[in-house]
């Protein structure tokens, strides 16, 4: 019983098969063949955005940083939440893609910026001088972090106070797929159409092996990007391999099927924590259960090989309630799912 | 009337004098020069530590970003204080000096760490794994960002923390003299006989030009330190400029005698808020007044010029108390000292 | 009929199935897997070197830069041929991932170093001070990039001029498994029995999708290697199909088996120059056939749909003869081999 | 008897006396002072350029790589001799600054670029792709590395391939005044007159103690320039300081007599290396002279005290001819000149 992570579950069938209908004779390298050609076409589609650049890479954290070396300078400040996953999980790449910007972290509930708090940051950062460095742009997650999902609409507020100080808005999607199912609506009204100006659209976690796709909604926004990703060693000379992955995905739905199914497996644990005596600490959005839960339930849990993390991680052992994460992905087995949620609700 | 900043004021003419005497004929350049030499022995002497590795450079800047890189690789956790000047006045040369690395902010009162707060950040950083970075630093300011000072029994205290995790200590000594005068100890007991490993000894708010040493107190962690230095532009040609400015500070203690005479100015400002109704925020033990007076008080000493920042810079406007900061430096006029004094205490 | 790289050809079936295979049910991430120890130990038992520190990474770039960044600090020497891989084709990747890094590169016939060239650079670089930078390292491509090989005795006399000045000598082995098959020695002779001390050994143009493997045979010049990795985006969540793609490779010699195919057919071309007319401007060693042939076979070979490169790329049209790259990879159709060289040898 | 360098000499008594007169009362930090605006005024004026950014370092090397780091991205281009300053005595600091650019260095007489070499150059660039990384800039060094001279006409030609492609030009101007005191044209001429972009106007070689002027003749290519210099640490707080020495050089002609003095002293050593048998390897076109002279010639001067660098650096011992560099500054002593050109046409 695995609710570790959803990058512990592997990829889908679909994948597999794509990766093997790719596997047909030489094909140019580095991007110029015509499985990365659809798979960009596929994304264009799937955000209605036909003059999108679309760039592949294997990795979130790739793609997150190769945004930000993109859109700040070496003295730039990027805005974030401070539990954000470039600021709390990628090592510091974003400061070694763009060569030392500073992130400027600000709190919020549920793991999401708010305008009452981005504005007045970005007010103190234009007035900061040289000391302070130059603003450069804000970075949000949707689904974010604590699993809850922004709406259309405050994605859109945030953007408004972004581009009046005329900074581009950046959205870390890893698990952008569990968003859009959530919010039943497109993924291009909680993207451009709500100002973002970058996506990274996750694969990995929704079913890929190892593929995410950058995405610039504005082409001069990605002005010598593909530079930038050569030179992190992130271009694939045998590109339609990683495209195959996107392509996949982006292809009858798969995407939002996956991303369902993984929420849906999520709320069945949420409903179980609150129906056994825990406590959800976010509401469940996406395909993360972030909840504390009676130490003896726990225990159980444990007892039954239950694999998750104690949220944060490292907090003390011995606590009552235990703070914990579950995540669900699209191929948990219903069975764990079924015997786990039996334990956190008796 | 200035009180702005200690930079604003000028080189102490023994300074200017020990340029004139250096401008003596041909000397070999990049530290070749007897000057320099002197000058690394002076240094050592002040400090009581004849194995030194000591080093000039220009700013404050440079000398602590060079250390950062010095003891911290690109992914490394930089513990220090959320106010302190690496963090918020250096336009990330830390980060980019050592290209990327991160700095881990923890509150603290009157800008400084406590072994409680240090302590447990320092245990979550080591179990960050490879998603937070690997723990590099411990960096303090003394005399801190809000004047305050630690006593050498404070750095031993942090100086135990760090180095039980396996970390250097780091002392950013833009204001060391006024901190050494204030504790009337020895430069050797609140740095390398605390536990300090590395050490940025200012001279330019001491009464020197721009001139700053580097020192190391352990020869081995200098190692190539002089490459870094030669990188980013930071060895001079004609290097004996820079090392005769500490060496006339150096020189019969002049470098203590200037900082008592900025101390002793900051004390009638601090003693004249208080008598005046202000409040000091943090107690004067520096060359720095951190307050909060009446509206009415700022506004008089408004009309008479006095120059100095609200702080936190950009505070708003039409505050009552009005929060400042005052900095003497050792050739304030104390007419102007004792007329700001005047209309701080009417 | 392409033979513009090996990189434009497919992975193998096994690669493929290793995949599925690899694909079953959960695991945990970041390589805490059974099928990465499983890879790590092949390629360990393919080396003959238990103790040596094996990672994945998925693009040649980045396995060398890492190596780079690794074995050279941002003021190092990093001696190359002047036609190697890192000096033309990564986009300053190296320089990059080092911060700031010099590659100083030397001649030398059939894209190789010798003893004589390497000794006085070496020589002069540690004569070169703070102005010239630190010597680092030395970086040798085995095949190299004219489809040279270097014997291990070859390797011996570099490693022995390398480790007397205290240098590292790293080996790029993109086209490693051409080389050792070519060879005919065993991987260990032409590595670490000969002194090398880091190893980039390719998977990608020996079958894989998108797979490398960096190997430090010294575990002690790995150390933090992995946060390195993390930095700059290249561990991958899901490590497992990395991880498949190389042990897929490295079981029951299959990698030697593809490379021995792919060489096969670069030397029936190579032959088919010779006979035609043409000059081979290096001996066929491993998959690669560096030549120049007459204009008029040139054109009928282009008539016929041949696809590969002149090279020097960009070397002026309208050349007689002509200078060209032809690349074989393990799947190059034998009918395609045979077509091109029925045109080069008529 | 130094000839070793310019910067082994000392600073000229106006450059003291404007640091004294500076040192009057407080002023605003960072530039923000009447020192640095009259300064500012000064160079503009020398230059006829009354719109250009001028902006002071300490150091050449500092000036240069900010200059590489504000022209060119981390994966640019930058096209220069294979001699310049920033290739072989900059210890990487462009590469660092520029966070990984690659010096493309090109062979050329006399130090000096030509048309003939830099077009096929920047045009093979221009067709690298992302492997080669992307054209950024040219930067050329006047008076060159070799003493000699490009004249506005040369400047103009090399300007014209570096803007045809799209480039903008660099003139690193360490010794500026001396290759303007040997042209007889104006500053103007032979800079944005000839399609200069960037000039690093070197001051401390000249007389100064230690300053630079970097000028961007269009303000629109210097944009955020001041981060960049403020997160290197090259900001001054007492800007003034630096200013002063360049004001004191820009008045009344000073630079230019300065370079005057040191050129004429040059021309004696090169003529009396000419009288004695010797050879000058370079014609001797401003403060330095490169020759060979007679092994017993060689042994004469260095029984005779006279200090100078072998040329290139570390040639080996017991040579006969002994090739030499031999550098003067406005200051070497004119008996000293005398003396060793005694030694040398005996």
Redesign the interface.
Known sequence: M?F??D?????HPAV?AA??EA????????GADPVTDRAVEAIRDLLEAPEAVVRF???????N??VCAQLS???GRIYCHEDAHIE??????P???A????LVTLPGLGGKLTPESLAPAVS?GA??G?????NAMVSITNATEWGTVYAPEEVSALAAVAHAAGLPLHMDGARFANAVATLGCSAAQVTWQAGVDALCLGG??NGA??AEAVVFFDPAQAE?F???R?????????SR??AAQMLALATDGLWLDLARQANAKAQVLGQAVQEGGGQLLQPVQSNAVFAVVPAATHARAQSAGA?YHLWP??VAEGLDPVPLRLVC?WD?PDRDVSALAAILCS
């Open positions: 695995n570790a992570s990058n512990a579950y592997g990829a597999l990766l093997s596997n047909a004779g030489p094909m140019m390298g580095y890479v294997a990795t979130g954290t790739a793609a940083a190769l300078p070496s003295f709390t999980s990628e090592c510091a790449a400061e070694f893609f060569h030392g910007a500073k103190a007035g900061a040289l000391n302070g460095g130059r990995t976690k092996m190892a010598d593909d530079y930038r050569k030179q992190s060693g992130h271009v694939f000379s045998k391999y990683l694999l991680d490292k992905a948990t």
